[in-house]
């Protein structure tokens, strides 16, 4: 396929106004009459012929105006059909098609989940339920009819307000909902079938009353109040924070168990993954809550930012994705506790989109050039984007940020909008010029700041030397340097430096430093003998910092830093260092020394504990995918695994006392509650018992064994068993049994089984993962399911998916084509697991490039997964 391009894009010939669509729900023949509204473009090309996108679709009949379309009018093909010389004045193009929604396992358009009629139409899904110009720039205003049979489907849900409904002969009813705001149709939905609902209200700041509804299977209903809980407190936080406030009668959520993603914001109709809406004590953990809370505010957030103001086309992604995401971190910041979020937002940060910035399918912010859309809703698009908008606020300012954000929302509301425009906003809120900044967008690859600091003591001054650079990725081989906010501040011996001048005597607001040059400096006057400076306070910018600090520093940063973030940073700073030296010992057959002064520090840190969530934090030592990262390239990911098994092993016998005092203090008290402090308590409590664990496991296996037994909760349940997992023996598999035993009806708690299984880094984890493919609750069809065992076997366990044989790469290939065919978003999204195979050593390497090529030369591959498979071969 050619790729789309940035450049190419030019506005549409025709426009669609109207939309009425009248959809009679069938199993295996749903028939869709669709009744379009259309006009020619003033901005196209006049006299054009019109091309509507279709795929899968069968076309019953067609007219204009009302008379049937003669055959030599118009073409079809297996991507569309084309009006040969529509009239030049609006007219009504009015077709019929029919679709098979059983048939449709790519889970895009409409398909039925658990026998629940449902749609996904982002990004080009519309464009198989009925002939469309499938575009974000075309924005019609939707009226809905549905009809089905009541009993098969007593629920019938569309976009926007219910305007009508009724029964029907021969048992079948209908529906009508109607959406006044103009939306591209990939924010089109229906849903249709048998569910349970709870409802709520709100009352927005103007005085709007709005019906909440959240659909779930029925018998489930009493899982969903924690999502309707967090919608509530979503709507209201948006108003406050960002004065957006909700436009239509109802908001509807509905559940489903096949989904692709998360969830999905379409125009008061969100469509969840059942997983982001579920929730009890006995079946979620304090991640799952948190998680539920997060998603359920980002697609409520997306009402304006998404679909009040929608994207020009595909490119601008991340001017909704990256700024909601950013929204979202906000709102959980505000409701539980911000350091500990940044925390865990830059773990995953690094996790997912420094390791694809660094390989193969590294690509910008706003990329230039798409061959599969699908493939570029990315960590780069989502949390890269985002941390250009923090960024973004950093340099402005929370006030001037606020004033471009308001104008943005005003400005461009109702419209189809560009990264331009957004940016226009914050130039003119601020008066300044962004064009550098917008670099950001443009430029692929994860900046590298090297520091060098000097101090001279006479003159009792510190001088930084910043140097930046960003290294090569596909297609960009020269980079320019970017605008990088870099907060910092000065630990003393005697505390805090504040307020840090320079020694021109200007003072660093906020303590900011604008690094704008491939290389700058600041020195800063009256600065104590033996300060150590605190860089990239609370991640300001996402990059990679590299500055020498010896073991005495980040103790000293670790135990009196201003900025949480970088106390942490600091912690897993000094672990890395010591993980990396012991990889290196390993790989020369040798043992590994590590430093009691670290695991004396953790120890310490137990002992005063106040925030037990940052603790946790702390205690939770760099992943091997970090060590893994920070080594780079030549990686033996069986060095890696032991050398973060010994450093473990090593602090918990360190400091044993310590933690199973810790371990006992925590203990539970009164019933389960969800809330941020007793999520960190439990988090804290459950990252001592696995340290002790991996130090003492005659001492940490019993407590893991009885906290499993009595657990109450899942977090409690899934954290014991999660520490029982990691050491082979009786122990680890008569939970594992137990377990599976106590949930087998229950799917998304299977989930999780499937996935700690998966992710046990021995051996025998390939054939039990095969194992586990047969068993009754799993199937390969079930996106969730495929993930939950395939993913976390190739994406959580890098010593076993980069086994030294390849078997873990053949066994992640001939997944991947076999799913290819039925669900090809799925297939390339496993296969992204693929994407450090470069850094691996040589070994290792050629059986990945093995597979890889296996796959390319396979014939009638899906434009996903054959896009992905040569990106990463390139
Ligand atoms: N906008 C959807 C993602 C759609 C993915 C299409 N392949 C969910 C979200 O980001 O809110
Ligand atoms: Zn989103």
């Known amino acids: 396929a050619t790729p789309v391009r940035l450049e190419d894009y030019r506005p549409t010939d025709y426009l669609i106004d109207t939309v009425s669509l009248d959809v009679r729900l069938h199993a295996t023949a749903t028939v869709v009459r669709a009744e379009l509204g259309i006009r020619p473009n003033p901005a196209g090309v006049a006299g054009a012929a019109l091309r509507l996108d279709g795929d899968e679709l069968e076309l019953l009949s067609i007219t204009l105006d009302g008379l049937p379309l003669a055959p030599t009018a118009y073409e079809i093909s297996a991507t569309g059909l084309t009006v040969l010389s529509p009239p030049q004045r609006p007219f009504r193009l009015t077709m019929e098609t029919r679709i098979n929604p059983t048939a449709n396992t790519k889970l895009m358009g409409l398909y039925r989940s658990s026998g629940v009629y449902c749609t996904q139409c982002e990004a080009e899904g519309f464009r198989r339920i009925t002939y469309f110009l499938d575009r974000p720039d075309v924005m019609a205003v939707y009226t809905t009819r549905i009809e089905a049979d009541a009993a098969e489907a007593p629920v019938l849900l569309g976009n926007g307000d219910p305007v009508e409904s009724g029964t029907l002969p021969n048992g079948r009813h209908f529906a009508v909902w109607r959406d006044p705001h103009p939306k591209p149709c990939y924010l089109f939905a229906l849903v249709g079938g048998k569910l349970g609902r709870i409802g709520g209200e709100f009352t927005t700041m103007s005085g709007r009353k709005v019906e909440l509804g959240i659909y779930v299977e029925p018998g489930k209903e009493a899982r969903a109040g924690y999502a309707l809980d967090a919608l509530i407190r979503s709507m209201r936080w948006d108003e406050t924070a960002f004065g957006c406030e909700y436009d239509l009668d109802v908001f509807n959520i509905v559940a489903v168990s096949d989904f692709n993603m998360g969830a999905m914001e379409n125009k008061g109709l969100n469509i969840f993954n059942d997983k982001y809406v579920l929730a009890s004590p006995e079946t979620a953990t304090d991640a799952d809550y948190a998680a539920i809370e997060a998603i359920i505010a980002h697609e409520y957030f997306h009402n304006w930012t998404g679909n009040r103001i929608t994207c020009r086309d595909w490119f601008q992604l991340c001017l909704k994705e990256g700024l909601t995401v950013f929204r979202d971190q906000e709102f959980s910041s505000d409701e539980r506790s911000r350091p500990v979020k940044r925390i865990a937002d830059v773990r995953t940060l690094r996790a997912q989109q420094f390791a694809e910035d660094s390989g193969p399918l590294a690509h910008p912010v706003r990329p230039s050039a798409y061959r599969e859309i699908n493939n570029f809703y990315t960590a780069t698009v989502y949390e890269k984007g985002a941390e250009v908008i923090r960024m973004l606020k950093a340099l402005l300012g929370a006030t001037t940020f606020k004033a471009g954000m308001d104008l943005y929302l005003q400005r461009c509301d109702g419209a189809a909008a560009t990264i331009e425009d957004f ?415 470069r850094s691996l050593e040589h070994t290792r390497r050629a059986k990945a490039e093995t597979e890889l090529r296996r796959i390319a030369a396979r014939p009638d591959l899906s434009p996903d997964v054959s896009d992905i498979v040569t990106r990463s071969l390139a």
């Open 423 to 837: 940016l226009a906003c914050f130039a003119q809120a601020s008066g300044r010029d962004l064009s550098q900044f917008s670099l950001w967008y443009r430029q692929a690859g994860t900046p590298s700041v090297a520091v060098r600091t000097a101090y001279d003591a006479a003159a009792r001054t510190l001088r930084l030397d910043f140097a930046q650079s960003t290294p090569p990725t596909p297609g960009q081989n020269d980079k320019e340097p970017v605008v990088i906010p870099i907060r910092l501040g000065v630990v003393s011996p005697q505390g805090e430096v504040s307020p840090l001048r320079t020694v021109t005597g200007e003072t660093l607001d906020d303590g900011l430093f604008v690094l704008e040059r491939t290389a700058d400096s600041l020195t800063l006057a009256d600065i104590p003998p033996h300060s150590v400076p605190s860089l990239l306070r609370g991640f300001s910018a996402p990059v990679r910092l590299e500055q020498e600090l010896q073991p005495e520093d980040l103790l000293t940063l670790f135990s009196r830093d201003a900025d949480p973030f970088n106390r942490w940073q600091a912690a897993q700073r000094y672990a890395m260092r010591l993980m990396v030296r012991a990889v290196e010992a390993l790989r020369s057959q040798s043992a590994p020394v590590f430093d009691v002064a670290f695991a004396q520090a953790l120890g310490e840190l137990l002992l005063g504990v106040d925030d037990h969530a940052f603790a946790a934090q702390v205690m939770a030592l760099p992943s091997e995918a970090d060590v893994a990262r920070e080594l780079g390239r030549d990686i033996d990911p069986d060095a890696v695994l032991h050398a973060r098994k010994a450093l473990r092993a090593f602090v918990g016998s360190q400091i044993g006392d310590t933690l199973a005092a810790t371990y006992e203090r925590l203990a539970n008290k009164g019933p389960y509650s969800p809330d941020a402090a007793s999520a960190g308590r439990r988090a804290l409590r459950n990252a001592t018992l696995d340290l002790l664990a991996a130090g003492d496991p005659a001492r940490g296996i019993p407590l893991a064994q009885a906290q499993f037994a009595a657990a109450d909760n899942m977090t409690d349940q899934i954290g014991a068993l999660a520490i029982l997992a990691q050491h082979p023996g009786d122990a680890r598999e008569d939970a594992l049994e137990a377990f599976g035993a106590r949930f087998a009806g229950d799917p998304l708690v299977l989930d999780k089984w499937f996935g700690l299984q998966a992710a046990i880094p021995e051996a025998a984890t390939l054939d039990r993962v095969r194992r586990l493919m047969s068993h009754p609750a799993f199937s390969l069809a079930n996106p969730n399911r495929a993930r939950a065992l395939v993913g976390a076997f190739a994406m959580a366990n890098m010593s076993q998916f980069h086994r030294a044989d390849g078997a873990g790469y053949a066994f992640l290939a001939d997944i991947v084509l076999q799913l290819d065919g039925a669900n090809p978003q799925l297939a390339a999204r496993l296969l992204g697991a693929f994407r450090t195979w």
